[in-house]
């Protein structure tokens, strides 16, 4: 078991728990997300992954916008975070995890509980009030995390927001891959694992490099969202090649 970096990832979520319960209440929203950047920089890195995003990062997305993602893992929220700190839209079990459902909550995720159609209404309006505030929001629009090769099928009612907001939806396209470029299983967080069992596995795997990509923004003016949806499946499943 790899004690050290487990002793130093416990320390880097307790410095982020005093830094949430301390700091944030004393800093506007930029503040709080450069320190969200930077935090999340230093967990990516404790957690032994090398980031890989292309040139398009480098510059600010369609803003504002919606922004979606394919879902491997919990690690997901955090190399996002590394480019663009987001308000995650995230299941409510993730509440509950020690340490970093706190730091999610804190950090402004919106949790959701699923199968209640009301907290998905509820969900949807706070989702139009964030993008029109000027917050960055991002979802998972799978529901759930999926074995890398595989992009499940898009829920397409929170999309419904971006077209209430009047914005693009902006997609991104998320894997894990090894030194030669092979999917890295290490980083899939799927069926009955547990959080600790998932960060053991990748403190263990070391040599994972999470690549983001960003696509095209997909308008939403007079568009559907099924249709809007099923557009942004397609891109991403294109991008890391997996069939539909």
């Not at 929203?29 to 920089?41: P, V």
Request: with cysteine; net charge neutral.
């Amino acid at each position: 078991m790899p004690v050290l970096p487990l002793a130093r990832l416990a320390l880097h979520l307790a410095v982020g728990l005093c830094k949430a319960a301390l700091l944030f209440p004393l800093l506007d929203a930029s503040g709080r997300d450069r320190r969200i950047q930077r935090w999340s920089h230093q967990l990516v890195r404790i957690c032994g992954l090398s980031l890989q995003v292309d040139e398009s990062l480098q510059q600010q997305p369609a803003h504002p916008a919606l922004i979606i993602c394919n879902h491997v893992s919990w690690l997901d929220i955090f190399v996002i975070n590394t480019i663009h700190p987001c308000r995650f839209v995230a299941k409510s079990d993730i509440r509950d995890w020690p340490l970093i459902g706190w730091l999610c909550d804190k950090s402004g995720t919106i949790f959701i509980a699923r199968g209640r159609q009301r907290d998905v209404r509820r969900i949807y309006a706070g989702l139009v009030e964030s993008i029109h505030a000027g917050e960055r929001v991002s979802f998972f629009p799978e529901g759930t995390t999926a074995s890398q090769g595989t992009v499940l099928p898009f829920h397409a009612n929170l999309f419904e927001a971006a077209i209430e907001a009047q914005v693009p939806v902006q997609p991104y396209a998320i894997r894990y891959v090894d030194a030669q470029g092979e999917l890295h299983t290490a980083a899939d967080f799927v069926g009955e694992m547990s959080f600790l069992e998932s960060v053991i596995i990748i403190m263990q795997s070391r040599g994972i490099k999470a690549e983001l990509i960003r696509l095209p923004a997909i308008e939403t003016q007079g568009a559907h969202r099924r249709e809007i949806a099923k557009v942004a499946r397609e891109q991403i499943a294109s991008a890391l090649q997996c069939p539909l």
